[in-house]
């Protein structure tokens, strides 16, 4: 209505807005949620709802499997094949993508905010018509912060550690082999193979993470973790130093022996004793209280006989849940009230959509994996070094989806590769554009190039940072050397003039 001087008239206006529907805010929320959160979420579903209940043919292969010896069952997981002799695309394995199924088009597809409206009451039975996604079972006095386990305390370091993106993958990789007393009992030569990296590169990366609080994480052995906390103390003298070397002595009470090796009196050797004894020898042992959380993929990724790669959902971590038809028709058949009626409705038209939803969740999970699985081919044959220049867009074109939803099914989700488990948002980086036009290089790709460009480095043959913007170029890519700066100085790598420096008082 306007209003116009005195008079009055009605106006019809045409227009175009985005509803949220409450199923797609449902369906949205599912996707980005990890196993563990989903499987919270139908868990609390389960209850709440009536009609929704606990697929028994899951509960009697779990009941199953926990009688008789632990197996793998591939053959049962949703897969997808990249065979090299196949021509099955993923759109053929997956019937509908997520926006088609929920009937929201890709150019209307953007970020759905907290305070979207719509959602639907999924416990209306006295629960306050508070959302499910809320929790309402806790009081003021039960908000007491959980102590975080060890992985935890570590990767908070690592996310404000000056690392690059693939500095940063091992350290996760390195971080995920500590065990519950603080130590890395993994053969570091091994692991370096299994990521397609330089053994230096991984002895750099521990390095830093043994910079890392408590003192001592992450050490080797006993006598690197007694080593670190006493240089943190600034107290590894040679005298001390070997002291550490053969505490084995020290063990046996033979103090006439070190008293020999470590060339100190017996008043210096008790004091060195002392010192030694208020250090930690299980520096992860702080956290030993706390249950740390157990990373379980979501994707599995293997090599097939074919020589390509099979993509399979892990349905361990999937919640199987049926709408019980049989219990609605049974209660729509008797007289109930008009509330009683709307209720039981809703339970029915709640359970079908989530039952709907967390298919859907699955299918969209495969088949973004899948797309991860061709872009990135390089990376799970050769390594971290062959990673491909990647972003959202480039996935979300692929498969036709949106970026927002690529963004989501890749937050929280992890993938298990030949080569370790990572989370997916690892596979995708930043590009950089190649000579004349050709396949641009990923950034990880560079900095690795030019780590291993400088630690091949000789007295007589220091390269300067245009010196490396040059051999890059020859090796087509178009790179400046500010950028070439930034990536050193990233890495800690000093200047040439310094490095020459180093080399010069080493040799």
Not at 60 to 77: M, Q
Not at 186 to 205: F, T, Y
Not at 282 to 311: H, M, Y
Not at 362 to 382: M, N, P, Y
Request: aromatic share 4%.
């Amino acid at each position: 209505m306007k209003l116009s001087g005195n008079s009055q008239r009605m106006e019809i206006r045409q227009g175009q807005s985005l509803v949220m529907t409450p199923q797609l805010q449902q369906a949205i929320k599912l996707l980005q949620l990890s196993n563990v959160d989903l499987s919270a979420f139908v868990e609390d579903e389960l209850i709440r709802n009536p009609l929704l209940e606990r697929d028994k043919r899951d509960q009697l292969a779990a009941e199953k499997t926990s009688d008789d010896k632990p197996t793998v069952e591939t053959e049962n997981r949703p897969e997808m094949s990249l065979d090299s002799n196949s021509s099955k695309t993923a759109e053929e394995a997956v019937d509908a993508d997520f926006e088609g199924t929920y009937a929201i088009s890709k150019n209307d597809a953007g970020e759905v905010g907290e305070n979207t409206g719509g959602a639907i009451d999924w416990s209306r039975a006295g629960s306050g018509g508070r959302s499910s996604f809320e929790s309402s079972d806790y009081g003021i006095d039960q908000l007491e912060a959980a102590k975080p386990s060890l992985h935890d305390h570590l990767s908070d370091q690592l996310s404000i550690a000056n690392l690059d993106a693939i500095s940063r993958m091992i350290a996760s990789h390195l971080i995920s082999m500590v065990e519950d007393d603080g130590y890395i009992r993994s053969d570091l030569a091994e692991e370096a193979d299994r990521l397609g990296v330089e053994l230096s590169q991984i002895k750099s990366v521990l390095e830093t993470l043994q910079g890392f609080e408590p003192t001592g994480i992450c050490a080797r052995n006993l006598k690197e973790c007694l080593e670190l906390q006493l240089k943190e103390r600034d107290r590894y003298d040679p005298a001390m130093q070997v002291l550490v070397e053969n505490i084995e002595l020290l063990a046996k009470q033979d103090m006439a022996a070190l008293l020999s090796l470590c060339e100190v009196d017996a008043e210096d050797l008790a004091e060195m004793v002392a010192e030694l004894r208020q250090l930690n020898p299980k520096p992860g042992d702080v956290f030993s209280g706390s249950t740390a959380a157990l990373v379980v993929p979501d994707v599995f990724i293997r090599q097939t006989p074919e020589g390509g790669w099979a993509v399979e959902l892990n349905t361990d971590t999937l919640p199987k849940v049926l709408v019980n038809s049989r219990y609605y028709a049974k209660i729509n058949k008797q007289h109930n009230s008009e509330k009683d009626k709307t209720f039981i409705s809703d339970c029915h038209q709640s359970a079908s959509w989530l039952v709907k939803s967390l298919d859907q969740r699955a299918r969209t999970i495969l088949k973004v994996a899948t797309e991860l699985v061709k872009q990135q081919d390089g990376f799970l044959v050769e390594g971290v070094q062959a990673l491909r220049p990647l972003n959202l867009k480039t996935v979300a074109d692929a498969i036709q989806m949106h970026e927002s939803t690529v963004s989501r099914v890749t937050s929280n989700k992890f993938v298990s590769t030949p080569r370790g488990l990572f989370e997916m948002k690892y596979f995708f980086n930043v590009a950089i554009p190649a000579v004349n036009g050709g396949e641009a290089f990923s950034a990880e790709a560079i900095r690795h190039r030019i780590k291993g460009l400088i630690g091949e480095e000789t007295l007589s043959a220091v390269l300067s940072d245009d010196r490396i913007v040059e051999i890059l170029r020859e090796a087509g890519a178009e790179i400046a050397r500010r950028t070439v700066a930034k990536y050193r100085e990233a890495m800690h790598i000093p200047s040439s003039v310094q490095r020459r420096r180093v080399l010069r008082q080493n040799s």
